[in-house]
């Protein structure tokens, strides 16, 4: 599947989760999304974009295994994705993505009452965070890219 039909549907789980382990749950997807969709970059993608898709992978990563923690049942969305066609859709999604889990996440944190899922929200915002942070710079070689390079003989006027 590809990886903004993945998008959607963690989308649209995370939105009609109401218990906080459905919401770090969701949480959980969207960041082994974030993992699958940096690897994929990193072994099929522009050369130019491979150390920041391993950076979003690696990150991704850590975050799965931060809230995994909780016991999530099933396996992960993500390991449906075959392909990323459109690099710019995807990561733009993934990181609204991210945003929207970073908010839910603070709401399921304020609300915590054992200190144990509380932390754990602490940690998973970082992550998602983070997350996006190598979203945005992912998005931002992918605009220098595809930016017109000045010709360089025709001198700077």
């Known amino acids: 599947m590809d990886a903004i039909r993945l998008i959607g549907?963690?989308?649209?789980?995370?939105?009609?989760?109401?218990?906080?382990?459905?919401?770090?749950?969701?949480?959980?997807?969207?960041?082994a999304?974030?993992?699958?969709?940096?690897?994929?970059?990193?072994?099929?993608?522009?050369a130019e974009l491979r150390?920041?898709?391993h950076g979003l992978s690696e990150a991704g990563g850590r975050a799965c295994g931060a809230l995994h923690r909780v016991?999530?049942?099933g396996g992960a969305r993500a390991a449906q994705l075959s392909g990323v066609q459109n690099p710019r859709s995807a990561l733009l999604g993934l990181g609204g993505l991210l945003g929207e889990v970073g908010?839910?996440?603070?709401?399921?944190?304020?609300?915590?009452?054992e200190e144990g899922l509380y932390w754990q929200c602490i940690e998973a915002?970082?992550?998602?965070?983070?997350?996006?942070?190598r979203v945005r710079g992912l998005l931002r070689q992918l605009a220098d890219r595809e930016r017109p390079q000045p010709d360089?003989?025709?001198g700077p006027w």
């Open 33 to 46: 999304l974030a993992q699958a969709v940096g690897s994929h970059l990193l072994a099929s993608g522009p």
């Open 51 to 53: 150390s920041e898709a």
């Open 103 to 113: 908010i839910a996440l603070v709401g399921v944190a304020c609300a915590a009452a």
């Open 9 to 31: 549907a963690t989308r649209h789980a995370l939105a009609q989760s109401r218990a906080p382990e459905e919401i770090v749950t969701e949480a959980w997807q969207a960041q």
């Open 152 to 154: 360089s003989a025709a």
């Open 71 to 73: 016991g999530q049942g």
């Open 125 to 133: 915002m970082d992550a998602a965070d983070e997350s996006g942070d």
